[in-house]
T-cell receptor, first 110, second 114 residues
Framework: TQLLEQSPQFLSIQEGENLTVYCNSS?????LQWYRQEPGEGPVLLVT?????EVKKLKRLTFQFGDARKDSSLHITAAQPGDTGLYLC??????????FGTGTRLLVSP | KAGVTQTPRYLIKTRGQQVTLSCSPI?????VSWYQQTPGQGLQFLFE???????NKGNFPGRFSGRQFSNSRSEMNVSTLELGDSALYLC?????????????FGPGTRLTVL
C-alpha cells in the first residue's frame, strides 16, 4: 500500500509568516500533485510536479519534488488569510488513480 | 464551461438502507473517479470509470459499486449502509488525454448514516 504522510497535521500562523508543509512516502511516484480544499468544496489542483528535483513557483507558493520522487514540500511565503484551507498532496499510482496524503490544515489569522 | 456537479449535496440515511449518488462530469470529459473523504481516513480512491467501464478500483467492500452511462454521467451506490459510511463523497472528472491528466473535483455529497 502506498502511503503519503503529511506534516504538520495542523498549522495556525499569523498573516505574513512563512511556512512549509511536507509530504513523504516510502514509495516512488511518477508525478505528485498538491491540492487545496476549502470547506464545502472539492479539492482544487495547485500544481503537478513530474521530474525529481523539480521546483515550481506559483506566486507566493513554491513546490519541490524530491530527487528520488518519494517526497515533496510546499512553501508559502508571507501567508495571507486567503491561504487558509486543507492542503493535500497526491501521487498517481495508476491510470487516473490518485493516492492522497493525510492532509495539512492551515489557518492564517489576520 | 460548467464544472463537475454532484447531487444531492446532502443526504441522511439510516443503517441498512442503500443510497445512490450522482455525478455529472465536465462536458467532454470521459473519465469519472469517485473518492471517499472522512476525518479519520482522509481522501480514499473508490473507483474510476471510462467509457462505461470500470478501469480502476480501490480497496472498498463490494457494497460500494458504481456505473457510468453513455453520456459519461456516473452514479455510485452503497448498499446496506453502515455508520462508518458517513463521509463526503467526491467525484472528479478528467479529459483523459493521459494517465496523469488533471482531475476536476465536484463539491461532493455529504452522506450521514444514523
Amino acid at each position: 500500500t502506498q502511503l503519503l504522510e503529511q506534516s504538520p497535521q495542523f498549522l495556525s500562523i499569523q498573516e505574513g509568516e512563512n511556512l512549509t508543509v511536507y509530504c513523504n512516502s516510502s514509495s516512488v511516484f511518477s508525478s505528485l500533485q498538491w491540492y487545496r480544499q476549502e470547506p464545502g468544496e472539492g479539492p482544487v489542483l495547485l500544481v503537478t510536479v513530474v521530474t525529481g528535483g523539480e521546483v515550481k513557483k506559483l506566486k507566493r507558493l513554491t513546490f519541490q519534488f524530491g530527487d528520488a520522487r518519494k517526497d515533496s514540500s510546499l512553501h508559502i511565503t508571507a501567508a495571507q488569510p486567503g491561504d487558509t484551507g486543507l492542503y493535500l498532496c497526491a501521487g498517481f499510482t495508476g491510470f487516473q488513480k490518485l493516492v492522497f496524503g493525510t492532509g495539512t490544515r492551515l489557518l492564517v489569522s489576520p | 464551461k460548467a464544472g463537475v456537479t454532484q447531487t444531492p449535496r446532502y443526504l441522511i440515511k439510516t443503517r441498512g438502507q442503500q443510497v445512490t449518488l450522482s455525478c455529472s462530469p465536465i462536458s467532454g470529459h470521459r473519465s469519472v473517479s469517485w473518492y471517499q473523504q472522512t476525518p479519520g481516513q482522509g481522501l480514499q480512491f473508490l473507483f474510476e470509470y471510462f467509457s462505461e467501464t470500470q478501469r480502476n478500483k480501490g480497496n472498498f467492500p463490494g457494497r460500494f459499486s458504481g456505473r457510468q452511462f453513455s453520456n459519461s454521467r456516473s452514479e455510485m451506490n452503497v448498499s446496506t449502509l453502515e455508520l462508518g459510511d458517513s463521509a463526503l463523497y467526491l467525484c472528479a472528472s478528467s479529459s483523459d488525454r493521459g494517465p496523469t491528466d488533471t482531475q476536476y473535483f465536484g463539491p461532493g455529497t455529504r452522506l450521514t448514516v444514523l
